[in-house]
């Protein structure tokens, strides 16, 4: 298999840098993401202090609808600039930075093939089976309480920004549960971390699967943790076998719309949810499973060595 050009180091072999360059990267990463925090806690107290809103609220059920509908759309907003300052624009600003990159080389469309994208979107559709008997796994696990509590806190929020039905609500969903945190989670994940953990470990299997730990501990919800960095892994080769990070962000939208549009489609009901949520696949299902996984990502790499015409 051809190695990929690393679209970090402009062409350079990770090996061809000092030991320790890993860890100025690292220190600048860390820096502008903390920043980029502190910018949105700032204009998110503003938002809380003048819009006269309470996010300390952790039921929302007996809210009046109105109520409920316009609280929806500020947690909307403030997910947004989080993902804006704490991912996207970090990730951007390092690219610049470190490596004097433009969007168009950051973000290669003209790069992009419809082969190698339909195999990455077939590499997860086959690994669900496979996610959801290791999410069983996971769930198996007991948590400690403050876990728990942080679960609970995300499953009410995210049935208070799913709950309303309205088309513009859909679209709102799609673009600031979907489309934004598949741009920046992968271009911080895998762009930026992944790639730096390759210069400094010389293996990219354990870049890989360190990003993808780190990816899945991040988010806070460790009832999915084992399958969350499944799909981490699933991302992590994505990238790493194309070198093109457009990749990895079109299967993750892909993977976060599926779920905001099948939620949609069941309606707020949390009977509904929860039987989707603990739907268990057959074990011969989850072999076969692994087999497709193992098959759809030989064509994946195989596509990627074809001869563009």
């Known amino acids: ?58 039921n929302f059920d007996y809210l009046p609808a109105d109520e409920k509908g316009q609280l929806a759309w500020y947690y909307r907003l403030i997910l947004l600039l989080n ?32 082969a190698p994208l339909t195999y990455a979107i077939i590499m997860l559709i086959a690994s669900y089976p496979l996610v959801s008997f290791i999410s069983l796994i996971n769930k198996s696990i007991p948590l400690p309480h403050f876990m728990e509590q942080l679960e609970d806190q995300s499953l009410q929020i995210l049935q208070l920004l799913l709950g309303d039905h309205q088309l513009s609500v859909l679209l709102a969903n799609l673009f600031v549960i979907a489309i934004i945190p598949a741009i920046g989670e992968e271009l911080l994940f895998r762009g930026c971390l992944q790639t730096i953990l390759h210069k400094w470990s010389k293996n990219p299997h354990v870049a890989i699967w360190i990003t993808a730990v780190t990816f899945s501990a991040l988010h806070l919800q460790f009832e999915g943790f084992l399958p969350r960095m499944v799909l981490g892994l699933v991302m992590g080769y994505l990238f790493y076998w194309s070198g093109n990070i457009l990749y990895p962000i079109i299967a993750h939208l892909f993977n976060n719309a599926l779920q905001i549009i099948i939620q949609y489609m069941i309606g707020n009901n949390p009977a509904s949810i929860k039987e989707v949520d603990d739907y268990t696949f057959p074990f011969p299902l989850v072999i076969i499973s692994i087999i497709l996984l193992m098959y759809a990502t030989w064509w994946y790499r195989a596509s990627l060595q074809e001869k563009k015409v």
Do not use: C
């Open 83 to 114: 993902h804006l300052f704490i991912f996207i624009l970090p990730a951007l600003l390092f690219f610049i930075v470190r490596e004097h990159r433009s969007i168009v080389t950051i973000l290669p469309f003209k790069k992009l093939r419809p």
């Open 1 to 58: 298999m051809k190695q990929f050009i690393n679209p970090m180091n402009n062409g350079q072999s990770p090996t061809v840098r000092s030991n320790s360059f890993w860890v100025k990267e690292i220190i600048l990463l860390l820096f502008i993401v903390i920043s980029g925090s502190l910018v949105v806690n700032f204009i998110s107290q503003a938002i809380i202090y003048f819009g006269g809103i309470d996010l300390n609220l952790r």
